[in-house]
Nanobody, 123 residues
Framework: QVQLVESGGGLVQAGGSLRLSCAAS????????MGWFRQAPGKEREFVAAFSRSGFNTLYADSVKGRFTISRENAKNTVYLQMNSLKAEDTAVYYC????????????????WGQGTQVTVSS
């Protein structure tokens, strides 16, 4: 069982920054690809960014490339999502997820999910 707990969401003005954190259960952290997804009201859950299972590759959605950065701190079993130059369309609930697959980008490829954290960007 993998447990994921997100934090760091909030309200920010357009152009601002936020950093999300995802704390994962220790014994499984290094065995899984770790990803971030988001879901806006009335929309499907969409891929944002991920580390490959090896941890050496990063994957990004086109909509966030150059603005968002995924990083990890293995000693703390934590994955981060640094979000800069935020736009109103980034408003969503952001979820952390874990997958046993190599480079997963679809939500159905992930087996474990956190509870989500709300990010609201005011224009």
């Amino acid at each position: 069982q993998v447990q994921l707990v997100e934090s760091g969401g909030g309200l920010v003005q357009a152009g601002g920054s936020l950093r999300l954190s995802c704390a994962a259960s220790g014994r499984t952290f290094m065995r899984y690809a770790m990803g971030w997804f988001r879901q806006a009201p009335g929309k499907e859950r969409e891929f944002v960014a991920a580390f490959s299972r090896s941890g050496f590759n990063t994957l990004y959605a086109d909509s966030v490339k150059g603005r968002f950065t995924i990083s990890r701190e293995n000693a703390k079993n934590t994955v981060y999502l640094q979000m800069n130059s935020l736009k109103a369309e980034d408003t969503a609930v952001y979820y952390c997820a874990a997958s046993p697959r190599d480079k997963p980008t679809g939500p159905d490829e992930y087996d474990y999910w956190g509870q989500g954290t709300q990010v609201t960007v005011s224009s």
